[in-house]
Each structure stands twice: as C-alpha cells, then as structure tokens.
C-alpha cells in the first residue's frame, strides 16, 4: 500500500540524514580535535557512515525513493554548534553528539527491522545495528575520558 511505502520512504530518509551528518561531524573531528581518540573515533564514523550512505542509496534507487543529498537544516546548524568550540569542549561536545546520533540511528533501525514493509529494507536494517551498537559504545568509552578532564 501507498502508506507502507511511505514508512519505508522516510525510515531511508532519516538514516541518510544521520549518515550524511554523522560524515560530517567525523571529518570535522579529524581535522579540529588534538585528541587521538577522537581523530580514531572520527575516522571510524566516516568510513562506517559513507559505507552505510552508499548501501542506503543503493537501497533507495532500486526502490525508486528519493532520499537527502546534503545536510538537512538540522544537522547543519548541530555542525556549526560543533565547529564553534575547540579543545577538550570540542571533544565532549562531538562525543555527545554522536552519542544522540547513534542512539537515534538505532531506534530507526530497530523499528524498521520490526516493521519494515519492503524484505529488502526490513533485512538491511537488522544487519546494520550491530555496527552502530559498536559506534555508541566507543562513544560512551570516550565521554567517560573526557568527562574526567
């Protein structure tokens, strides 16, 4: 039905939104943090998420939805709360901010490999919590560092 498609449409839609921003937010972690960890941790989320972006994209064509190609608002303005700080701020801020996003990210996906419509999305978001449970618990490892700073 028209309805179930559209459930599926914009789970697609909101994992690219967290894909497209988490990609972000791990570069920006590369080039602006002096910590090692979240220079790691911010390398990870890149190729984790670009990964993801592409299966995603894949997934969306042979399914003929349309899904985000830039930042939605949202995420533009969370990159630029981002941007404005440095040092040890940055670095809290960054973990706090992909703790959010992948939490986030694993409702969606939980949901949709519940209650997905379409085989092909209800599979593809099951095989891809494990990933992103790995991602959240690294994030919780670091916040604890930080927070003792």
């Known amino acids: 039905s028209i309805e179930d498609k559209q459930d599926d449409s ?3 839609v909101d994992i690219t939104e967290v894909n497209l921003a988490e990609i972000e937010i791990g570069k920006l972690a590369q080039t602006k943090s002096t910590n090692a960890e979240v220079k790691k941790l ?4 890149v190729d984790q998420h670009t990964k993801s972006a592409s299966e995603v994209s894949a997934l969306a064509k042979t399914k003929n939805f349309t899904i985000p190609t830039s930042l939605t608002e949202e995420g533009q303005e969370a990159y630029n709360k981002l941007n404005e700080k440095s040092g040890v701020d940055f670095d809290k ?3 706090d901010m992909m703790i959010d996003g992948h939490e986030k990210a694993i409702n969606e996906l939980r949901k949709a ?17 494990a990933g992103l449970t790995v991602h959240l618990e690294h994030a919780k490892m670091l916040k604890q560092g930080l927070d003792k700073k």
Not at 42 to 45: E, S
Not at 113 to 124: F, G, T
Request: a positive charge; hydrophobic letters at 45%; zero cysteines.
């Open 10 to 12: 914009e789970f697609l």
């Open 42 to 45: 911010g390398k990870m989320l």
């Open 93 to 95: 801020k960054f973990a």
């Open 113 to 129: 490999s519940e209650s997905a419509k379409d085989q092909d999305i209800k599979l593809w978001a099951s095989k891809s919590i």
